[in-house]
């Protein structure tokens, strides 16, 4: 049963362009929710958060939306830069315990 | 030298056979997990310990164990390996007094490892 989803595999962007991501969630007991980017041959590397209490997180090009109600969170990375091309994995937990990954997303920027 | 060190960082191993993957860790932390990688499915928890003393199942713990030597250490074996156990494989650790909105978590590079 997977907990948290990640619809779409990829995704391709423009350079300069707005890339968004999208994750659904099952479980309410969830209390946060980060994204991780990850390279090839390298382990996942934390990009943004954000706590349940809250339906927005802003950090730098990088803003993350919780919808609770939708159980939706969505990741939005503007202006794109080819740097961005990665896989990117929404994960939750609950109660500060383990990680619960999404099957992740390809992104590649188009220059 | 990388705060989580994954060894091997690849391997080619024969259906079963046993394995040992191994991790080890600078940061201090008390936790550390370990979590496969496949194509489509994500990473998903296999192993995690929140100390020495204290190792839980995961989601997909069957044909795995593991042994939590020292707070810096925390080895995966796989005592007859069969191909479906293919994957890259990924160990972490977190410090417990950390909120779950800090990231927290720091990952080796991970192993990747073939059954044939």
């Known amino acids: 049963d997977q907990q948290v989803k990640q619809n779409s595999p990829s995704l391709s962007v423009q350079e300069g362009r707005i890339s968004i991501l999208n994750c659904d969630y099952t479980?309410?007991?969830?209390?946060?929710f980060l994204w991780y980017k990850k390279y090839p041959a390298e382990g996942p590397t934390f990009l943004i958060s954000i706590s349940s209490i809250k339906d927005k997180n802003e950090d730098g090009r990088f803003t993350v939306f919780l919808n609770k109600s939708a159980k939706h969170l969505s990741l939005h990375i503007v202006p794109s830069q080819p740097g961005d091309s990665a896989v990117y994995f929404c994960?939750?937990?609950?109660?500060?315990?383990?990680?619960?990954f999404g099957t992740g997303t390809r992104l590649t920027i188009i220059p | 030298d990388a705060d989580v060190t994954q060894t091997p960082r690849n391997r080619i191993t024969k259906t079963g056979k046993r394995i040992m993957l191994e991790c080890s860790q600078t940061k201090g932390h008390d936790r550390m997990y370990w979590y496969r990688q496949d194509p489509g499915l994500g990473l998903r928890l296999i192993y995690y310990?929140?100390?020495?003393?204290?190792?839980n199942k995961g989601e997909i713990s069957d044909g795995y164990s593991v042994s939590r030597q020292a707070q810096a250490k925390f080895s995966l074996s796989l005592e007859s390996a069969i191909p479906n156990q293919t994957a890259l494989y990924f160990c972490?650790?977190?410090?417990?007094?950390?909120?779950?909105?800090?990231?927290?978590?720091?990952f080796g590079s991970g192993t990747r490892l073939t059954v044939v």
């Open positions: 972490a650790t977190k410090a417990a007094n950390t909120g779950g909105a800090s990231g927290g978590y720091t």
């Open positions: 994960a939750a937990s609950a109660r500060n315990e383990k990680l619960t």
């Open positions: 479980n309410s007991m969830f209390d946060y």
């Open positions: 310990s929140f100390d020495v003393k204290d190792i």
